[in-house]
């Protein structure tokens, strides 16, 4: 897979042989049709970072194309959306030239390798995000390739803590120390959507050095055992599922021997570049709704960063928000102010939340709605609610965008008919997710209208408020009181 390929084929998309080309190979460089006939497009954002010149160069792009935003990813990617068939090769080529490449952000490929947002500016074993570098840069040199028999999903934490939920992902590295040396413990088999589970432990501790060899072996045994003929079973986990623990992790030790003796496959780290130490240890988070980020406020970003005198960084998150890294105290405070809109105080105002059914062929539900109805009922209520309330991760079909089974609250939509044949708005609600630390999938509490969620939550709130416990503890301790109030709202 190359670029070049691709601009070549959007150079004669109207024809017959272009279209039929073009249908083919559009979804490996993360163009999907949406549901207007237009476009989204997809580009990989290389851990994260978006330098200041990058978004000088994404707000002019943007503008061009007369877009009020750029969609942020739950994987760390962005997006344009409504995009027309015109519109294309611009598109991929202008985000080709400024780092963003679309080549492998979609379809059977190795997607976007997501990392700890805050690596290199929070206590941590170590700087993650040269590994990701080194490791995105030897992928690319190789060929990104769309030959898997689904997509390949990798993560990188920097610390114990797995904010980023490496344990569920395909393959899933956590940054350890052992006897001083770096290292990472190796995770693998795990996965959302249907049939979630979380990955297993194959690995206690492989050097730095060594992690291109675990991706490298990884790839191989999906490659030889994945599911070719039922997409909906061939992600890692179903390899998993099928061999046992014991079996898979065996392969797996075995390809990865095999592949160390492989000198080609070391990283050749640029340790210098891991020895950084920041200097202001504060972070400030923005989050936009619903992932969108405005092009005006990007552009209020980039100003405010190049108007600072120290080394900072923006890297976007795994929850569709923003980090500004390595601000001192005094400038956190003046950002908190000129990103008003855009700095949520309270973690359930933070929705996290797929695109949804209003662009996504593949979505049930238009999930913008839901997350317009959550913010504008709780904005005006108790504010002890809000502040007891967790995050909430919404997604418009089983597919788990959104990630909601590992969030605090999850919701996945649903479609219902009724018995005069309309069509009811519906989401299976998921409580006592955990995204960090311990990592847990929630459990399902059943169906509840869309209609009835905004009211559903600011009732659990004051519950859990009379409970004087935190909303962890109530839903662990109370499940048939939740369950017989959850039937009221149903």
Known sequence: MDIYNFLNVLDIINTEKGETEFSKIRSSYGVYLERTGNFMVRGRVNSGEITPEQGI????????????????????????????????????????????????????????????????????????SVHVKEVSKKLKDAGIKNDFPRKYKIA??????????????????????????????????????????????????ITEEEVYVSITAMAELFNKYGNRENKHKARIRYILDNFGETKFKEEYLKLFFEKSKEKDLKLNLDNS???????????????????????NDLEKIIIFIKEIKYKTKIRLTNTQGLYILGLNKEDKKKGEEIFYDLYNQH??????????????????????????????????????????????????????????????????????????????????????????????IGESYGDIERSKIKDFLFYLGEKILESKKDYQTFVDENKIEIENFLNYFK
Not at 163 to 180: E, M, P, R, T, V
């Open 347 to 440: 973690k359930v105002l933070s929705l996290t939340a797929c695109t949804g059914a209003s662009t996504c062929t593949l979505g049930f539900l238009k999930t913008d709605i839901l997350v317009k109805e959550i913010i504008e009922f709780l904005k005006t209520k108790n504010e002890k609610v809000l502040e007891i309330l967790p995050n909430i991760g919404i997604s418009g079909c089983i597919n788990s965008c959104g990630q909601h089974l590992i969030f605090p609250i999850g919701f996945m939509g649903k479609k219902r008919k009724t018995e005069n044949g309309n069509q009811l708005d519906i989401y299976e609600i998921f409580l006592g997710g955990r995204r960090a630390e311990v990592l847990k």
């Open 273 to 295: 570049s891991n020895k950084f130490e920041y200097t202001n240890k504060e972070n400030l988070y923005l989050h936009p709704l619903h992932g969108k980020l405005k092009i």
């Open 57 to 128: 160069k994404l707000i002019s792009l943007g503008r061009r194309l007369n877009k009020e935003s750029i969609h942020i990813t739950t994987r760390q990617d962005i997006q344009f959306h409504d995009i027309s068939k015109e519109e294309l090769k611009i598109t991929a080529k202008e985000l080709e030239e400024l780092g963003f490449s679309v080549v492998g952000t979609g379809g059977n490929t190795i997607r976007n390798i997501v990392i700890s947002p805050k690596s290199g500016y929070e206590n941590e074993e170590f700087d993650v």
């Open 156 to 205: 990188f934490s920097n610390n114990e803590t797995d904010d980023i939920n490496a344990q569920i992902n395909d393959l899933g590295f956590i940054a350890i120390k052992k006897n001083d040396i770096k290292g990472f413990k190796v995770y693998g088999g795990g996965g959302m959507g249907k049939n979630p589970r979380q990955g297993i432990l194959l690995q206690d501790f």
